[in-house]
């Protein structure tokens, strides 16, 4: 058949159009199943029989979905086939044992059908298997309240505390407590919750708990413990806008007042913006004038502090418009006048910037005014004596081989800075480049005499380093021995050893080992155990390269076995807070010598009970004596 009219239609139809107005007009109309009623057993078993069919083969078709299971077991229980139902839970938990809505489902069951010891039984798998799903223990401890059994509801809170959870978990274990009056196992509690949780408000919670029951010096305490617990590395100022307040509760304005002014003094001041309101509101209702205008003049002597932190900036203006008017405008009149304007208007006696000093004398020595450089130097090192400005100005020296001049810079530098272990090991160092040793031995000794050093470790070794690069190996062992008498240092020891080894003596083997004899010696009266590991660790290793078989088996003999321990770990105020394992090291030397002290003391006691029985048969001839003659 042939087409007459190939244009296409004037209305189009879509497939859209077709669904929707089949849709419409119900054209396929699905008749509602017919309700079933059942009548007699043999209809209802054959309707269980069809529905366990069809829930069968759903879960033989998928048995990852969850849901099916869920719904095979609710029909059971619809049923009262409870057995069954829990016979269907056991199977999904076979598939998939970590789905917390599977195990709830499960415990609900049991609940809703009284049985409290089969749900039991399921809380305990299910807390077992995922102790982190915090429902699990919430729901667990919820139903053996609702029964009654407290203890067992303490039990649970207890398994879950040691799991350390999250901080709600905590305070709904104090409340259960507090609900039962229980105080003390409230406060135990907080006691364990705020070193797991070392957070400012939850010190803050223990020791409001504290004062609403009464028990004030218990929270001022709690108050205090906080404050050592941070200490002043992590100050937080709502820890003591809290104490204060809490001292102000009890109407101790002066405590309060005390705690405000200790905690802006050590807390950085962009940090205490809070702080200081809450303290100027405490002044303004129980201080004095004096008081007000003591938190007026510290907060604005804060604002002046924020504001001295933009000093560098300018600085760095200051010399950036000096380098200008030296190198491109090159006036060198203008450019003095710009260092010396600056200068003016440093505060020195508060606060320098060293490097400003030092500019402004090196554009002097380039302008060929060492005369001025000098004076300007030393009218620093009189105003604001500072290291960095000691050490230029020796630098600068040292550049124009002035080397008597860098003596008495580096007298007056350590006249300054006598602890300084640095400036006397440069000081020694320029001695020694000048090649004048019996000045720079002399300042090695006055510098390991000084009664306070920063660095003496250091100083030392410097000064043994020198001995040893001039060949004076006798003068090294000396100081060696000399540093011995101050420290018994394990490092010590051991370096020594390896000076003796390194000499050039023909017996440096042998000293070396006695080196180590004594080293062992030393740290075994001391019970430096960690350290004489070490030591016999350096010993063993050197026995390996250059000892023989005897004595490095001698070696193996000392060395220690590591074994765990217990001890009881105490609070701060003396109460026990449980154990803690450590390992310890067992010498054999040490156990070797135990028998020989318990034989000493075994036969200090005989003597003791010798002389014991000797004083009362005295005792006892004296009786006989005075009844005889009478």
């Known amino acids: 058949m042939r087409v007459k009219n190939k244009a296409p239609a004037e209305i189009q139809i ?7 107005e089949a849709k419409e007009r119900d054209l396929e109309i699905l008749p509602p199943p017919p309700k079933q009623k059942i009548s007699d057993p043999d209809e209802l078993a054959d309707y269980q029989h069809r ?49 917390i809505t599977l195990w709830l489902k499960y415990t609900e069951m049991e609940m809703r059908n009284r049985q409290v010891n089969h749900a039991r039984n399921l809380w305990d798998r299910a807390v077992t298997i995922l102790p982190r799903a915090n429902q699990f223990w919430y729901k667990y401890s919820y139903m053996e309240e609702m029964v009654g059994n407290i203890a067992g509801a303490r039990q649970v809170f207890d398994r879950w505390m040691e799991w350390e959870p999250d901080e709600q978990a905590w305070l709904t274990y104090i409340k259960f407590e507090l609900r039962y009056k229980e105080i003390n196992r409230a406060r135990t509690i907080y006691e364990r919750f705020v070193y797991v949780h070392p957070d400012v408000r939850n010190w803050t919670k223990f020791a409001r708990f504290e004062e609403q029951h009464g028990f004030i010096s218990g929270s001022r305490k709690v108050f205090e413990r906080s404050v050592e617990f941070f200490g002043e590395e992590t100050m937080d100022e709502k820890l003591y806008i809290a104490f204060a307040k809490f001292e102000e509760n009890q109407r101790e304005h002066d405590r309060a007042r005390v705690i405000y002014k200790y905690a802006l003094d050590h807390i950085p001041k962009d940090r205490a913006q809070e702080l200081y309101k809450a303290y100027t509101i405490h002044e303004k209702k129980y201080g004095d004038r004096t008081g007000i205008e003591d938190v007026i003049v510290s907060k604005r002597k804060f604002q002046y502090e924020e504001e001295k932190q933009f000093w560098r900036r300018y600085i760095y203006l200051w010399i950036n418009y000096a380098l200008f008017e030296e190198l491109e405008a090159e006036d060198e009149e203008r450019t003095r006048q710009v260092y010396r304007a600056c200068l003016e208007l440093l505060p020195h006696k508060h606060f320098t910037f060293s490097k400003i000093w030092l500019l402004y004398a090196q554009f002097e020595i380039r302008n060929k005014n060492l005369t001025m450089a000098r004076k300007m130097l030393g009218m620093a090192l009189g105003m604001c004596p500072k290291d960095k400005l000691y050490r230029g100005y020796i630098d600068l020296e040292i550049q124009l081989r002035e080397f008597d001049r860098c003596r008495i810079l580096y007298e007056k530098f350590l006249e300054f800075g006598p602890e300084n272990c640095v400036t006397w090991m440069r000081f020694a160092e320029l001695e020694t480049l000048l090649g004048d040793t019996d000045r720079a031995r002399a300042i090695y000794e006055l510098a390991v005499n000084q009664p306070r050093l920063d660095m003496p470790e250091l100083l030392w070794k410097a000064y043994i380093d020198f001995e040893v690069s001039l060949g004076e190996t006798e003068k090294a062992r000396e100081l060696y021995e000399r540093l011995l008498e101050r420290t018994l240092h394990v490092k010590v020891w051991m370096s020594y050893a390896q000076f003796e ?31 004489r590991v070490l030591l016999l660790e350096a010993w063993r290793e050197f026995e390996t390269q250059h000892g023989d078989e005897s004595s490095l088996n001698n070696v193996i003999k000392k060395m220690p076995r590591r074994v765990k321990k217990r001890q009881r770990v105490q609070a701060d105020d003396g109460t026990e807070e449980g154990w803690e394992e450590f390992f310890d090291y067992i010498f054999p030397e040490d156990e070797a010598t135990k028998p020989n002290l318990k034989l000493l003391e075994m036969a200090k006691a005989w003597k003791k009970q010798q002389q014991t029985n000797d004083e009362e048969k005295e005792g006892e001839d004296d009786d006989s004596n005075s009844s005889s003659e009478s």
């Open 51 to 99: 529905k366990r069919r069809a829930f069968e083969d759903n879960l033989r078709k998928n048995r990852s979905v969850i849901s099916n299971w869920l719904k095979y077991a609710q029909w059971e229980e619809s049923q009262k086939e409870v057995q069954r139902a829990r016979s269907i839970y056991e199977r999904a938990l076979d598939v998939d044992h970590r789905n």
């Open 501 to 531: 080894l390194a000499s050039a003596d023909e017996s440096n083997v042998e000293l070396a080992r006695r080196v180590y004899e004594r080293a062992n010696l030393s740290l075994r009266g001391a019970n430096e155990k960690e350290e």
């Open 14 to 20: 879509t497939a859209e159009q077709l669904l929707r």
